[in-house]
Structures are given as structure tokens and as C-alpha cells.
């Protein structure tokens, strides 16, 4: 039997409004009866991720969960199923050592598809494989093998800004110390590198690396399409895809070099991913092998580039901090080595400092709480829900960094216990930075060999170079905005 059209039209009109008032009562009854629900926060982050995505997408997220944490204390609810926590005693359980809350697979969409490598897994049991066999050669012990070529690779970047600053007038330090970072990372990792600071030009592979940071944003927020970007026309998208690509390919060549380098002589020097090669019945892939490389590449170079450049930048707006290191720094003997660096305390506070302000991964280290669930900061977190904690916030509480924006290395005389627990530039627990110790040998060893060559370094404002270069965007990593650094001397 046909209904009248407007009995039909009439149904149709209460189907919809029960729907809607079905939805809305069972939004309504999950905001109120979600656990999360009694966590500090903003209203809106209760239903949606939507204004911590639009800060994320703008490299502002970092400072934006601080003003949070400002506004609303410790512990904030920043998504429907996100919080994050600025609060010692939790940070410390989050990434302790044999920790129990795993990397979140969001890690997974950092890095191009399909790539898993010690960075990224969040597997405990694989991690910790491929963790024992990246180890040894890069522990503080063993790094001093490196020492005499990352010493050369200081000496040919001095060199090189040298030429640049009578050239130019002025040198971009971005520019060299991503291409020494660059060159150290390639030489120790594979045995050789693309030689950037001997070509001293920025090719394809280097813009690449400078485009990493900002391209996380599309990674991450569209990791979904990001899979189809072949065929999405949206430039930025096509951009992620192919450079994505390209970082793949030069891991794959570089790991190719190094293979045909064994086979010609089997004794080639020993390298960061010896053991990977040789791994033999733990037997890992070519993939795995180019998966590791891909992160090496990423995590070893940026970072270091980017430390380099802040505290360059900063040490130069500070002349008084600038008189005392370059007084240090003079009283070595000419032929000085990290071991004599290592005994300097000026040098090592102008690090740390460098490190707290400057963090070249300032922003959110998810983790998942585990399968049991979780008490943090007072509250508590249901199993699954993503735990943040960031560089950015611990490393500016002002009740254990007074005068936190402050650039101060004498904070680092005498440092309290709070200051070493909140200090987190390298992370934490088991998933702490592999490459700490070679990090901080490349800093130590640049500092020293720039400031002594370069006492009256100072920032140049040639070209237009002024702060607003350095204003950082910040995604999982940080970059100065202006993609350069200019000095002079
Ligand atoms: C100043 C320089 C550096 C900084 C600030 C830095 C910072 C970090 C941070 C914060 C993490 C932890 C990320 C997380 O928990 O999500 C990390 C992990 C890692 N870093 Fe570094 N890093 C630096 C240099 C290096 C270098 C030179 C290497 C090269 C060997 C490297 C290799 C790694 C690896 C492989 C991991 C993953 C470790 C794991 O999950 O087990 N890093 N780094």
C-alpha cells in the first residue's frame, strides 16, 4: 500500500530527528561517561583534535600545549584520546627504562610508508633486536673511534666558511653545519658520503633533508592519503610522496656502496651498522638494512645541523657568554682533542643550555598507555590512550628553570636533581637517542674548533638576515624558518 506523500515525507522528517537526537545523546553520554572526561582542558579537544592539527600543521603545536599547560596545570587533555603531561613523577614512569608504555604507531607515519626501523617499531621484542645490534659502535666508550674523522670534518666546515665569509661577506652556518652533520652521519653509517662539503652546494638530497621537518605535517595528518599521492594532484602531497621516495633511494645506494666496498676489501673500516651486515642467523633484510639507513639519515643530521645552528646563533647575541667560552676554549693546547673538551665546564653548560632553549625535538614523544591502564598527575588514563610529553614545556618550567627563556649556561653550574630529571633533549628510558654520545661529540668538537677560529663571530645582516630567520617551526623536529643562519667574522 503507497503511503500519502505526505504521511512518507512526515516519517521521514521523525526518522532524521530521532537520529539526530540519538546522536547527540550518545555524544553527550560519552563525553560525560568518558574517563578522560575530568581531565583539564578545553572544551572543544573533548570532541575533536582539531585545533591541535591546525597547530601541528603550522609547526606551532609545542608552544601551544605549553600555553595549555599554563592555563590549566600539569596534566591536559588535548584530543578526544590524547593528553598530555608536564609533571616530573610521570614523565619519569612514561620513559623509564623497561618502561611499559610503547611508542605510538603515529611514529609510523613520520617516516615514509612502509619504513619500520629502530626509530619507529613500537614492538618491544623487535626494537630491542635491532637496538642490540646498533649499540655497541655508537656507546660512549666506542665513539672516540670516530673522533679523528669527525675532527677532519670540523676542520674542512671551518675551512669552508672560511672561504665563504671573504666570498660573501658573511657565512651561512645552516648550510655548513648540515652538510658536516650530513657527511659525518654518511661516513660513519656506510663508510662514504655524498661529500656535501667538499661540492659546498646544496643538491637535491640536502633539500630533501631541509624539507623533512615541515613535510612530518602532511605525513602525519594525512598518512592515509599520503598513500594514493601519486595519483592525489595536490603539489604538497606529490612533494611528501617524492622526497619520501628520494630518502629511500639514497639509503638504498648508500647501503648498495658500502656492500660493494666489502666486497673489494673485507676489511674496510668497521661501521655504525657493521652488525647489521653481519648479523647472520639474527639474518636481517636488505629492506631492514635500507630501513635503518633511512633513520640514520634523518635522526643523525638534522639534529645536529640544527643544535650546531642555535647555539651559534645564540652564543653570538650573548657577548659576555661569547667571552667566557672563547677564554676556555683558548686556554687549550694546540693540539687539543675530546677528551680535553669533555673537561670544560663553560663548553658543556653553553651545550646543555643550547639543548634546553633550543631543542631540536621540542614537541610531543607519544606513548601508549598500557593494556592495565594508568594513574598520572592524579588522574586516570584508561589502557590505549595516547600519553605526550614534550621537550618544549619540561625544559621551561619555571620552578625548575627560573627565568626559563632566559639564555643562561651558568644555570648548569650546579644543576639540581629536578633540572637533570626534566632535561629530556635526547628522550628518555629505552627508547633514549642512540646517537647521544657521537651527538655530543660532534658538538663539542664544532664549538670548539669554530669559536677558536672565530672569536668575534657575530650574526650578519647581510641579505636581509635578521631573528625573524630564526624563528623556529617546530614539527617532531625543529628548523629555524628562514632555512639559513648568516654570520660574520
Ligand atoms: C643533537 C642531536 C640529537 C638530538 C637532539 C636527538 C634527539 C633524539 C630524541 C629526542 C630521540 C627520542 C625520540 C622519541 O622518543 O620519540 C632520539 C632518538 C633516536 N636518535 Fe637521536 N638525536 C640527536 C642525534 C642523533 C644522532 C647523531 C643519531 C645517529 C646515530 C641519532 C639516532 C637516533 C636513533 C636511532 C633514535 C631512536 C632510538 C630508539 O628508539 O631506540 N640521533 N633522538
Known sequence: ????????????????????????????????????????????????????????????RAPYVDSLHKKYGPIVRVAP???????????????????RY????????????????????????YHSALRRLLAGPIADNQVKVFEPLVTSRVRLAISRIGEELERRGAADVFKWWLFFATDVIGELSFGDSFRMLETGKKNQYILDLERVSSLQAVRTTFPSLLRFSRYVPLPMFRSAYESGKRIGLYAHQSVERY??????????????????YNAGKEGLSDAEIRNGAVGYIVAGSDTTAITLTYLTWAVCRHPEVQEKLVAELQSLPEDFTDKHLRELPYLSNVINETLRLY??????????????????????????????????????????????????????????????????????????????????????????????????????????????????????????????CLIEA
Open 102 to 125: 610503547l611508542k605510538s604507531k603515529w611514529y609510523e607515519t613520520l617516516v615514509p610508508p612502509g619504513i619500520v626501523n629502530v626509530f619507529t617499531v613500537s614492538d618491544p621484542n
Open 1 to 60: 500500500m503507497d503511503l500519502p506523500s505526505d504521511a512518507g515525507s512526515s516519517l521521514l522528517w521523525i526518522f532524521l530527528c530521532s537520529a539526530l537526537v540519538w546522536g547527540v545523546c550518545r555524544t553527550v553520554y560519552r563525553l560525560v561517561t568518558n574517563p578522560l572526561s575530568s581531565i583539564p582542558g578545553p572544551q572543544f579537544s573533548k570532541c575533536s583534535s582539531i585545533v591541535l592539527t591546525y597547530k601541528w600543521w603550522f609547526g606551532r
Open 359 to 484: 631543542s631540536s625535538v621540542p614537541s610531543a614523544l607519544p606513548r601508549v598507555v598500557p593494556p592495565e591502564g594508568a594513574t598520572l598527575a592524579g588522574y586516570y588514563l584508561p589502557p590505549g590512550t595516547t600519553v605526550c610529553t614534550q621537550a618544549y614545556s619540561l625544559h621551561r618550567d619555571p620552578t625548575i628553570f627560573p627565568d626559563p627563556e632566559r639564555f643562561n649556561p651558568e644555570r648548569w653550574d650546579n644543576p639540581t636533581k629536578e633540572m637533570n630529571y626534566a632535561f629530556m633533549p635526547f628522550g628518555g628510558g629505552s627508547r633514549i637517542c642512540l646517537g647521544l654520545h657521537l651527538a655530543r661529540m660532534e658538538l663539542r668538537l664544532a664549538v670548539a674548533h669554530f669559536y677558536r677560529a672565530y672569536p668575534t663571530a657575530r650574526i650578519s645582516t647581510k641579505e636581509g638576515m635578521s631573528d625573524e630567520d630564526m624563528k623556529p617551526k617546530m614539527y617532531f623536529l625543529m628548523s629555524p624558518a628562514g632555512h639559513r
Open 259 to 276: 656492500k660493494k666496498l666489502l666486497q673489494v676489501e673485507p676489511n674496510y673500516p668497521k661501521t655504525l651498522f657493521t652488525r647489521f
Open 81 to 99: 584520546n590524547e593528553v598530555h603531561i608536564n609533571d616530573l613523577s610521570a614523565t619519569r614512569e612514561i620513559h623509564k627504562v623497561g618502561g
